[in-house]
């Protein structure tokens, strides 16, 4: 076959023109990136070769070779692992394969260390080569198979893919090295730059150098030495290596279990939030390896949902070789593992509340998904409830549930939680104003999750959790701070004004009701118990979302104000007329409007108002 040209996929021509333009701070990495790949590769075929013995048969142990040649100026990187075909290498190295590259795309920000740790968590580190190398040769063979291929580019718009033959199974990436970085040409910096970032890589790192041939790392899997031999660096470039981050763990578990299931467990939690961590099909990122065989990194249901965020390991004897993926789904093997992982990062995490300040990193990155725990996780949801944090009315930083009770008045017996858009703007809720004049703290919950986890943890510590803005509240049990109230509307007064208010509004309210939740406030809008939230009914919209609750609210109006006792006055003498019946609609488009809503007819509201300041000016 001759030698085809083809151009880059578009999004890899904006990954190179980053890569090499504007990304990395340290060029050292590229050398790191194409360790890891081999590495990888080394991985694939191993687990391969379970099922098919002879696909791996005549080249030796694995192993990844490096040659750098100074009077070439070239550095050479090759493995004996799985290969690539040519299609493999057109949809490898010319296209960005995984799914989503136009999101991955949006989510570069133009900060360098920020787009280094998505542009490696994408899994595209392979471009980081052209950072140092003018052209960059790539010679492969699949293993299985005969014919060889040779992928060719400068990294300008361009590759060129041809057969080649006397090619050895696995991948040989050449790199033509820029004039700038002929240094990678030297034993010297080759053998530092792998020490520092690849000497955890289990398999042999091999340097062949002016007829010398050097192993230059440990090749032993980090996960199965003694803890107390593994340093810290070692620990963060282990855990830079798996999830293609630059950041530092924020916190690193590994520990043997033993008894009915054995298995090795080395878990990282992230310092930095990942870019895609609220993307639909974002797992948690675990390697699962048989007697330190990789197997896969395909386990979605390894580690619950709500810890999507943890990288890690597990090693285990308990399997079979050539366990399948269908397999995988069904064995309660790793349905013990998990729930043993699961408890012991939930308790790793209870240690870590010890220390407020650092606790507190872990929960901006990460505690709106741990969140989704107490909604998902019926068996470890009050363990998640414990190292939940939360804004309240009292407090400027977040407190935790203990907290929040260990601050409650005498006979109070639930937990008040008010949901929305925005912490500033909630805080100024007329909802919460008869808690504020009772000294009640309540909850301001902000996230999305938040509509949903209170539905199953209904109690914590005997206490039930409620929400302030469903439900008809009764607040007479509890003193007010200051004992000086005004005067309540009489009765009569308020049931004249409550069926002209219902007669205005119509339909979209369920009813007219007067509310001990109000002090400051004429009127506000609540749901009934058991009905989504107004807050609620507005992300579902938002996300065209079917409501399942009826969509109409009560409209609560405060007895001790005086607009309200003073149109409820005017009422009873008769006065029904235009002038009362915007002043009400008016009253009922605030309400709406405090509650984040837009009004059924904005020009009219407006109307309204400009006729009703009239009228005040005289004019």
Not at 26 to 50: G, H
Not at 247 to 265: C, F, N, R, S, V
Request: net charge negative; glycine share 6%; aromatic share 8%.
């Amino acid at each position: 076959m001759s030698e085809e040209k083809m151009e880059f996929q578009a999004e890899v021509g904006k990954v190179l023109d980053i890569v090499v333009n504007a990304l990395y701070s340290n060029t050292d990495v590229f050398l790191r990136e194409l360790i890891s790949n081999a590495s990888d590769a080394c991985d694939k075929l191993r687990y391969a070769a379970i099922v098919k013995p002879d696909i791996a048969k005549g080249d030796g142990e694995f192993k990844i070779n490096i040659i750098p040649d100074k009077e070439a100026k070239t550095l050479t990187i090759s493995d004996n692992g799985i290969g690539m075909n040519r299609e493999d290498l057109i949809k490898d190295l010319g296209s960005i394969g995984k799914s989503g590259s136009a999101e991955f795309l949006n989510n570069l920000t133009g900060d360098k260390q920020k787009d280094a740790t998505i542009i490696g968590q994408f899994g595209v580190g392979f471009y980081s080569a052209f950072m140092v190398a003018e052209k960059v040769e790539v010679r492969s063979r699949k293993a299985g198979e005969d014919q060889g291929w040779l992928w060719s580019s400068t990294g300008r718009g361009i590759f060129t893919i041809s057969e080649e033959e006397n090619v050895s199974r696995g991948t040989q990436v050449k790199l033509f090295l820029k004039k700038d970085f002929e240094k990678f040409a030297e034993a010297g910096d080759v053998r530092t730059i792998v020490r520092q970032f690849s000497d955890h890589i289990s398999f042999p790192v091999v340097m062949n150098y002016l007829g010398e041939t050097e192993t230059i790392n440990q090749a032993t899997a980090l996960w199965t030495r003694n803890k107390a031999e593994i340093t810290e660096k070692e620990y963060s470039d282990f855990y830079r290596h798996i999830s293609n981050a630059f950041d530092e763990p924020w916190d690193t578990l590994h520990y043997k279990a033993e008894g009915t299931i054995e298995y090795t467990a080395l878990m990282f939690i992230p310092s930095k939030t990942p870019f895609d961590i609220f993307q639909p099909d974002r797992n948690a990122k675990i390697q699962l390896y048989v007697n330190r065989v990789f197997i896969t990194d395909q386990t979605p249901d390894m580690m619950p949902n709500y810890l999507r965020f943890v990288q890690g390991i597990i090693d285990t004897k308990e399997l079979p070789l050539n366990v399948s993926r269908e397999m995988l789904q069904k064995t309660p093997v790793l349905t013990k593992i998990k729930s043993g992982v699961v408890r012991r990062i939930l308790g790793e995490l209870k240690k870590k509340t010890e220390n407020t300040e650092d606790y507190l990193k872990f929960w901006n990155a990460f505690g709106t998904v741990l969140k989704e725990g107490l909604f998902e996780d019926s068996v470890n949801r009050d363990e998640i409830a414990d190292l939940c944090r939360f804004n309240s009315t009292e407090s400027e930083g977040v407190i935790s549930l203990s907290e929040y009770i260990s601050r409650m008045k005498p006979d109070q017996k639930s937990i008040y939680y008010i949901t929305g858009d925005n912490l500033s703007v909630l805080r100024n809720n007329p909802q919460l104003e008869g808690f504020a004049a009772r000294g009640i703290e309540v909850l301001l919950l902000t996230d999305p999750i938040d509509e949903f986890w209170p539905q199953s943890l209904t109690q914590y510590k005997e206490k039930t959790i409620k929400s302030i803005q469903m439900g008809a509240l009764d607040l007479k049990d509890f003193s007010l701070l200051n004992e000086t109230k005004e005067e309540k509307c009489l009765e009569d007064d308020l049931t004249l004004l409550k069926e002209l208010a219902k007669e205005v509004i119509g339909d979209e309210i369920k009813e007219v009701r007067t509310t001990e939740r109000l002090t400051k406030s004429p009127v506000a809008l609540s749901s009934g118990d058991g009905e989504c939230s107004i807050h609620l009914e507005r992300m579902m919209r938002q996300h065209n979302q079917p409501i399942l609750y009826s969509s109409t609210h009560y409209f609560d109006i405060n007895p001790y104000h005086p607009l309200i006792k003073l149109l409820a006055k005017k009422i009873k003498l008769g006065e029904k007329g235009d002038d009362i019946k915007s002043m009400i609609q008016i009253l009922y488009d605030q309400a709406k409007i405090i509650e984040g809503e837009a009004v059924s007819n904005p020009a009219g509201f407006s109307n309204k108002v400009t006729d009703l300041m009239l009228k005040v000016l005289n004019l």
